[in-house]
């Protein structure tokens, strides 16, 4: 979570000095910024400079789509991968808990994958559908089998 919400409770409960530190984080450490000489803030990093410039990077186009999802009874936050082959994602139950099936996309063609405990295999167009089961929130994690 980041630190900003998190201050703002900490301001709703009247203690200034958690607020004032996590501010100081999410400026100084987190999102780092410096004052041009006409006194404009830039981002130290050039996060979304580079990404808008340069894109994401290469691999997140090779990593399985979460393709079909029942709308509104799961509710897909975000999706991420580090290696170009796996992706982890962040889901959230909509409406009752229950198992769901997810359908996926762009997976090697007849590769296994695993979700959780469930494996399937992919078919000749790189799709497979598996099941989790999702309490409030589910960090999934869509691995292929070695």
């Known amino acids: 979570m980041s630190a900003s919400p998190v201050a703002s409770v900490?301001?709703?409960?009247?203690?200034?000095?958690?607020?004032?530190?996590?501010?100081?984080?999410?400026?100084?450490?987190?999102?780092?910024?410096?004052?041009?000489?006409?006194?404009?803030?830039?981002?130290a990093k050039s996060?979304?400079?580079?990404?808008?410039?340069?894109?994401?990077?290469?691999?997140?186009?090779?990593?399985?789509?979460?393709?079909?999802?029942?709308?509104?009874?799961?509710?897909a936050r975000k999706a991420y991968s580090l290696d170009g082959e796996s992706v982890g994602r962040m889901l959230y139950n909509g409406r009752t808990t229950e198992t769901s099936m997810l359908g996926f996309k762009n997976m090697k063609a007849r590769r296994a994958y695993t979700l959780g405990e469930e494996t399937a295999l992919a078919d000749h167009k790189g799709k497979a559908r598996l099941s989790?089961?999702?309490?409030?929130?589910?960090?999934?994690?869509?691995?292929?089998?070695?």
């Not at 399985?64 to 799961?74: H, K, N």
């Not at 989790?132 to 070695?146: C, E, F, K, M, Y």
Request: proline share 9%.
């Open 10 to 43: 900490a301001t709703e409960f009247g203690d200034g000095k958690i607020r004032d530190e996590l501010m100081r984080q999410t400026d100084e450490e987190r999102y780092p910024v410096y004052e041009t000489r006409k006194g404009a803030l830039k981002s």
């Open 47 to 75: 996060n979304w400079t580079s990404m808008i410039k340069n894109g994401p990077p290469e691999h997140c186009f090779s990593v399985p789509v979460l393709d079909e999802v029942p709308f509104p009874d799961v509710l």
């Open 132 to 146: 989790v089961n999702i309490d409030t929130r589910a960090a999934i994690s869509l691995r292929p089998v070695d």
